[in-house]
Nanobody, 119 residues
Framework: QVQLVESGGGLVQAGGSLRLSCVASGRIFSINDMGWYRQAPGKQRELVAE???????EYSDSVKGRFTISRDNAKNTVYLQMNSLKPEDTDDYYCKMVVVTRTRSDTYWGKGTQVTVSS
């Protein structure tokens, strides 16, 4: 059983910063892609940023230059540094990891952390 737990969300003023963390626990052999997604009520979940095991990154156009994704493989953790936050960044943020156990590879999601940016 693998669990992902996010932290770091909260309320911040426009222009401020937050750092999200997501740590995986359980019977983990390795973790391939890690990513952050966000979802507003009634809308589809959308990609914010992804990072491969080798460190290659991908960002949505709306966050390029403001957000930075990083990972610590030794700690099974992915981070999202969010700077210059805007009210439109307000959403629930979810982490996703492709986890390899001894026998298979599966995609896991965290339960989400709320980010609210006030104007």
């Amino acid at each position: 059983q693998v669990q992902l737990v996010e932290s770091g969300g909260g309320l911040v003023q426009a222009g401020g910063s937050l750092r999200l963390s997501c740590v995986a626990s359980g019977r983990i052999f390795s973790i391939n892609d890690m990513g952050w997604y966000r979802q507003a009520p009634g809308k589809q979940r959308e990609l914010v940023a992804e990072i491969t095991r080798g460190g290659s990154t991908e960002y949505s156009d709306s966050v390029k230059g403001r957000f930075t994704i990083s990972r610590d493989n030794a700690k099974n953790t992915v981070y999202l540094q969010m700077n210059s936050l805007k009210p439109e960044d307000t959403d629930d943020y979810y982490c996703k990891m492709v986890v390899v156990t001894r026998t298979r590879s599966d995609t896991y999601w965290g339960k989400g952390t709320q980010v609210t940016v006030s104007s």
